[in-house]
């Protein structure tokens, strides 16, 4: 079992920046691919970026590229999103995940991750 837990989410006006962590605990971090998920009012959950177990890989939604980063500190156990130029349609909660790597084929499939934390609210504001 991984357990996850998100932190760094609030409130910000459009063109500011947040950067949300993850925290893990449980069974080895670094042997786990890890992503972000989000989900907004009325909408289904949504990819936004994927890291490889090394770090050394990353993937993000069209949406974000350029404005977000994804990046792990293993040592730490900690998992972060640094957002930027963040804009009024990136309002959603936002979920770390986990996931095995002969598990997580697309990368973009939620139901490819098995752990999820319980979210952080970021809204954007106009």
């Known amino acids: 079992q991984v357990q996850l837990v998100e932190s760094g989410g609030g409130l910000v006006q459009a063109g500011g920046s947040l950067r949300l962590s993850c925290a893990a605990s449980?069974?080895?971090?670094?042997?786990?691919?890890m992503g972000w998920f989000r989900q907004a009012p009325g909408k289904e959950r949504e990819f936004v970026a994927y890291?490889?177990?090394?770090?050394?890989?990353?993937n993000y939604a069209d949406s974000v590229k350029g404005r977000f980063t994804v990046s792990r500190d293993n040592a730490k156990n900690t998992l972060y999103l640094q957002m930027n130029s963040l804009k009024p349609e990136d309002t959603a909660v936002y979920y770390c995940?986990?996931?095995?790597?002969?598990?997580?084929?697309?990368?973009?499939?939620?139901?490819?991750?098995?752990?999820w934390g319980q979210g952080t609210q970021v809204t954007v504001s106009s």
């Open positions: 995940v986990a996931g095995v790597i002969r598990k997580v084929r697309s990368k973009v499939r939620a139901d490819e991750y098995d752990y």
């Open positions: 890291i490889s177990s090394s770090g050394i890989t990353t």
């Open positions: 449980g069974r080895t971090f670094s042997n786990y691919v």
